[in-house]
């Protein structure tokens, strides 16, 4: 059975779809084949599953975050807590370290009674060999006395035992008695360095309760501080701005009394420019005889347009338009009349030369 690998276009072993065999393959490989088929297929279903499952669940975990996010509350801190959690890191500290303490002592006090006991047994040894030789010689000389020498020196042996023993007890209980107070001192010395960095984490805890209460105050003394500065800003715009729109009315009150004095003089003028007297024509009023022009109109007779007068097709005067004569036009003194007329309306100011039949007696 031939498994080609994915570079030949295949799949690997425990991907083939399809088990294949030939008379000549062996049936061991052909189990393990199908062994490795089968998991191979148990996987891919599973896989599928939990594709197909995180599907059904997508929609949901944007919605999930957002809850999460919502429900989170910080955790605040403020000097009460930052005390507790300090005195019970200290607490566990000591604790620590005088059950360190404890062990060691411990530790010490074993191999030290280990030791005395090893040189205890082996001078018990030494003793007990050099009985034994005593005895085995004393018994080639006198075989009668033998019991009794031999109980005499037993006792021997036993006494310096005892002796040793008792020796080795006083020194230990001496030994103990001199560590006890060096032990009670470094006792108090670590419950002198317990209350040292207790004191030192009060301190600390009240100072940095103090610092935060001290920026807390220059923030609000900053907050109202910059609170004052934009209320006067304020103000300062509006007491501005109220002096120039004053400042602006003011100016606009005097321009328009301005251009109201201005008019009115124009005005004046105008009345005095083309105010008719009137003459009286009598037969001693011959020296005053009135010049005359073409039409019979003579000079500063007040006149109107009888139609709308134009030059070159656009209305220059409209008709009904008052005027005075001003006397004989220069282009053509014989046929034409120069009149200034009240109102143009190409705004104009200077004479026009209009024909008789133009204007009329007004």
């Known amino acids: 059975m031939a498994v080609h690998p994915p570079a030949m276009g295949g799949k690997t072993a425990w991907g083939v779809t399809e088990v294949i065999s030939r008379p000549a393959d062996n049936p061991a490989e052909l189990v393990k084949m199908q062994k490795l088929q089968n998991e191979f297929d148990a996987r891919e279903e599973e896989r599928l599953k939990r594709l197909k499952d995180l599907d059904k669940q997508a929609s949901h975990i944007a919605a999930d975050r957002k809850i999460r996010r919502l ?13 507790k959690r300090q005195d019970d890191i200290l607490r566990n500290m000591l604790e620590r370290r005088e059950k360190r303490r404890q062990e060691k002592i411990k530790r ?86 317990a209350r040292d960095l207790k004191r030192k984490a009060k301190e600390a805890a009240v100072a940095w309760a103090a610092e935060a209460k001290r920026k807390e105050a220059e923030m609000e003394a900053k907050r109202q501080l910059e609170a004052k500065q934009r209320i006067e800003e304020a103000e300062a715009k509006r007491q501005a ?44 009023g011959d020296r005053f005889r009135k010049e005359t022009v073409a039409g019979g109109f003579y000079k500063g007779q007040r006149v109107i347009a009888t139609q709308d007068i134009t030059v070159r097709g656009n209305i220059v005067v409209k008709a009904g338009t008052a005027g005075s004569v001003v006397g ?24 026009l030369n209009v024909v008789p039949r133009e204007i009329k007696k007004g």
Not at 72 to 82: E, I, L
Not at 328 to 351: C, K, M, W, Y
Request: positive net charge; aromatic residues 2%.
């Open 71 to 83: 429900e989170y509350q910080p955790a605040s801190t403020n000097a009460d807590d930052f005390k």
């Open 108 to 193: 010490k006090r074993e191999g030290l009674g280990r030791e005395k006991k090893e040189k205890k047994t082996k001078r018990s040894k030494d003793t007990s060999s050099s009985s034994t030789s005593s005895d085995s010689a004393s018994s080639s000389s006198e075989s009668s006395s033998s019991k009794d020498e031999g109980s005499e020196k037993q006792a021997d042996k036993q006494r310096p035992v005892d002796t040793e023993s008792k020796q080795a007890l006083a020194d230990a209980e001496s030994k103990r008695k001199a560590e006890d107070p060096e032990a009670k001192r470094r006792a108090e010395e670590a419950k002198a360095r």
């Open 241 to 284: 701005e109220i002096k120039r729109k004053a400042e602006e009315a003011e100016a606009k009150r005097k321009l328009e009394e301005a251009t109201t004095k201005v008019k009115s003089g124009e005005s004046d003028n105008r009345k005095k420019l083309f105010k008719i007297e009137k003459r009286k024509v009598g037969d001693v």
């Open 328 to 351: 004989p036009a220069e282009s053509d003194p014989t046929a034409r009349i120069s009149v200034r007329f009240l109102q143009r309306e190409d705004h104009g100011l200077g004479n």
